[in-house]
C-alpha cells in the first residue's frame, strides 16, 4: 500500500487545491490536460500496470483531484471500488500434440492463461466449425448439425464476410462463450496468413508470457465467461495444416472459401487433440477510481451518465533494453486526463446536470476490461446507469476534423453525438479500421453487454490523422515510446475534451434517457425488454 502521506500526492493535491481557488474557469486548458498527463505518464509510475505501486500512486491522484473538485465518494466508505483478482500463469510452456507433432505455446501458438490451476492433461478429438459463429438473428449458425460435446472445437479466426464491424468484433468475442455453452472442451482459433503477417508472434512472445487475470466472485472463485472449457488457443497455418490432414477438405481451402465470403459446414475433424499445461495462481487487488456528481433534478438524479476512463497501462516490459517503461501516456493519461477536465467544467458551469454523473478511473483494462466488467455488474450507485461514454486512446498529436463514434448507429445517443460534433464543426464517419475490433476492445463493450447504451469516440482519418493514428499503432502502441516525448497537440486535447462534455451533459440534461433504436444488434441482444427508438432513416 501507498503510504497516506506520499509527497508527490501531497503536491497535486496543493496544485489542485490553489488552481480550485482561483475564479471558475469555464474553458478547457492545454495546460491542465498536459498537466495531468505529465503526472500520470511519468517514470515514476513505471506504467500504471493494475496491482502495482504505480497503478495505486496515479488512483490516489485521480481521487485526490475528484476531491478538490468537490464531488463526492462513489464507493461505500470512499473513493475506491476495490476489485479482488486471482493472478494465474504457467509455469512452464504448455504444448499441444497431434499425432506426432508437437506446439509449443509462445513459439507455435498462444494459449490463453487460464484460472484453472494445477495440472491439466487433456485428449479430446476435434471439430472444425467454421467460424464459430452463433447469431439466429442474423441467420448464422456454424454449429448447425455438429456435436461438439467433450471435444475441442476448432474455428477460423473473425467472422463472416459482409457485417458491420462492431457486430462482426463482437461476434469473434463471443467464440469462447458459444463453445463454453455447446459443451466443447477446448478451443482453437486459427489466424487467416494476412493476420498471421500482421501480427506475427514474434512481436507478442513478452506478452503471451504474462499472467492472466480474473476478478473474484463474492463465492470467491474466479470469474469465469466460459465455463467448462478447459483450453483456449490461437494458432496459425502450420497448426491449421496438421488439424486438416485428412479431413473433407484442406486447411487451405477452407481458408481460401472464407477469403472469397464462401460459407463452409462444419465437420468433424480425423485428428484428437492432447493438451499438457501447468499453471499456479495469487491473489491481488487493485481499486477503480469512482465518484459522483449528484444530480439537480429530484426526477431524475437517480439516473445516472457514467463517464469512464481506464487508469492502468501495461507497467515495465521485460524485454529489450534501456527504457523499459510503457509509460501509457496517450493510452491512457490523456483519457483520464479528459475524465478529470469533463468533471471540471460540470462542477464549474454553475448549473449542475439534471441527472447524476458517475465518474470512472477502472483497472485492468489491459488484462481484458477487467475493472469495466466488475464495475458493471458490482454497480457502486442506487440509481440505473442510463448511458456511458468512454473516454481511451485519442491520439491527440494533430487538429483532428472528424471522429468515429463506436457504438453511437445503435441508440439515440448518435443523434446526440452528432449534434456536439456539428457544434464544433467536427465530422463524424464510420469506422475506418474494421479489422481492429475496436469496440469490443475498450470498457464501454462491458456496459453494452449490460444492456446500456453506450458511446466512444476515435479522434479520426481526416486532415492527417489516418498517417498520426497508424504510425502511433506500429510505433508507439504499447510500448515506451508512448511518453510525453510524443508531438502532442494540446489545443486538440481540449477539443476532445469540449465534445465529450457536450455528450455527456445532453445525455445527462436531456428529457429522455438514452434508448436502443428498433433494429440494434446489441440492443436486441442484450435489452430486448426495453423501449426502443426509431431506426435513423439511413438505417432502416
Do not use: C
Amino acid at each position: 500500500m501507498i503510504p497516506a502521506r506520499f509527497p508527490i500526492v501531497l503536491l497535486a493535491l496543493a496544485l489542485s487545491g490553489a488552481a480550485s481557488a482561483q475564479a471558475p474557469a469555464a474553458d478547457f486548458t492545454a495546460e491542465r490536460l498536459r498537466a495531468h498527463v505529465a503526472f500520470l505518464a511519468d517514470d515514476l509510475l513505471e506504467g500504471r500496470e493494475a496491482g502495482s505501486r504505480g497503478h495505486e500512486i496515479a488512483a490516489r491522484y485521480v481521487a485526490a483531484q475528484f476531491e478538490a473538485l468537490g464531488l463526492s465518494p462513489g464507493a461505500a466508505g470512499g473513493w475506491y471500488q476495490n476489485v479482488p483478482f486471482r493472478l494465474f500463469s504457467m509455469t512452464a510452456p504448455a504444448t499441444l500434440r497431434i499425432g506426432e507433432r508437437s506446439f509449443v505455446h509462445g513459439r507455435d501458438l498462444n494459449f490463453r492463461q487460464s484460472p484453472e490451476t494445477g495440472r491439466l492433461r487433456l485428449e479430446a478429438p476435434a471439430v472444425f466449425a467454421g467460424h464459430g459463429v452463433e447469431a439466429p438473428s442474423l441467420g448464422i449458425d456454424d454449429y448447425r448439425g455438429l456435436d461438439v460435446r467433450g471435444r475441442v472445437v476448432v474455428v477460423l479466426s473473425g467472422a463472416p464476410e459482409g457485417l458491420a464491424s462492431d457486430v462482426a468484433a463482437h461476434l469473434n468475442n463471443e467464440k469462447r462463450r458459444v463453445a463454453a455453452r455447446r459443451g466443447a472442451v477446448g478451443l482453437i482459433m486459427l489466424r487467416s496468413p494476412e493476420e498471421s503477417r500482421r501480427f506475427p508472434y514474434s512481436r507478442s512472445t513478452g506478452r503471451a508470457s504474462e499472467p492472466g487475470l480474473a476478478w473474484i466472485d463474492t463465492s470467491g472463485a474466479p470469474y469465469v465467461d466460459s465455463p467448462g472449457l478447459r483450453f483456449i488457443a490461437t494458432a496459425d497455418t502450420a497448426l491449421g495444416e496438421a488439424l486438416f490432414v485428412g479431413a473433407r477438405r484442406s486447411f487451405a481451402e477452407v481458408h481460401a472459401r472464407a477469403a472469397r465470403g464462401a460459407r463452409t459446414k462444419g465437420f468433424a475433424l480425423r485428428h484428437t487433440v492432447s493438451v499438457e499445461r501447468d499453471s499456479e495462481s495469487s491473489e491481488m487487488s487493485s481499486p477503480n477510481v469512482v465518484a459522483v456528481l449528484r444530480g439537480s433534478d429530484p426526477a431524475l438524479a437517480d439516473e445516472y451518465v457514467l463517464l469512464m476512463a481506464h487508469l492502468d497501462g501495461l507497467g515495465t516490459s521485460s524485454r529489450g533494453e534501456g527504457d523499459r517503461i510503457r509509460n501509457g501516456a496517450m493510452d491512457n493519461a490523456s483519457g483520464v486526463a479528459t475524465l478529470l477536465e469533463v468533471a471540471r467544467r460540470m462542477i464549474e458551469s454553475g448549473e449542475r446536470p439534471r441527472r447524476s454523473i458517475l465518474f470512472a478511473a477502472v483497472t485492468a483494462e489491459e488484462k481484458g476490461l477487467l475493472g469495466a466488467q466488475y464495475l458493471a455488474r458490482n454497480p457502486v450507485v442506487d440509481g440505473r446507469i442510463v448511458g456511458a461514454v468512454n473516454l481511451d486512446m485519442p491520439i491527440l498529436t494533430y487538429d483532428f476534423s472528424d471522429v468515429i463514434a463506436f457504438g453511437a448507429e445503435h441508440s439515440t445517443l448518435g443523434q446526440i453525438v452528432a449534434r456536439a460534433a456539428a457544434r464544433m464543426n467536427v465530422a463524424v464517419l464510420p469506422d475506418p479500421l474494421p479489422e481492429q475490433g475496436l469496440f469490443t476492445r475498450s470498457d464501454h463493450y462491458m456496459f453494452v453487454r449490460e444492456g446500456i447504451p453506450a458511446v466512444f469516440l476515435m479522434t479520426g482519418f481526416a486532415n492527417g490523422g489516418e498517417r498520426r493514428f497508424r504510425d502511433f499503432l506500429a510505433t508507439h502502441y504499447h510500448s515506451p515510446t508512448d511518453d510525453m516525448a510524443q508531438p502532442f497537440d494540446w489545443r486538440a486535447a481540449t477539443r476532445f475534451a469540449e465534445l465529450n462534455y457536450l455528450i455527456a451533459r445532453e445525455i445527462a440534461d436531456g428529457e429522455q434517457a438514452p434508448l436502443w433504436n428498433e433494429g440494434s444488434f446489441f440492443g436486441d441482444r442484450f435489452a430486448a425488454r426495453s423501449p426502443r427508438a426509431p431506426a435513423p432513416a439511413g438505417q432502416r
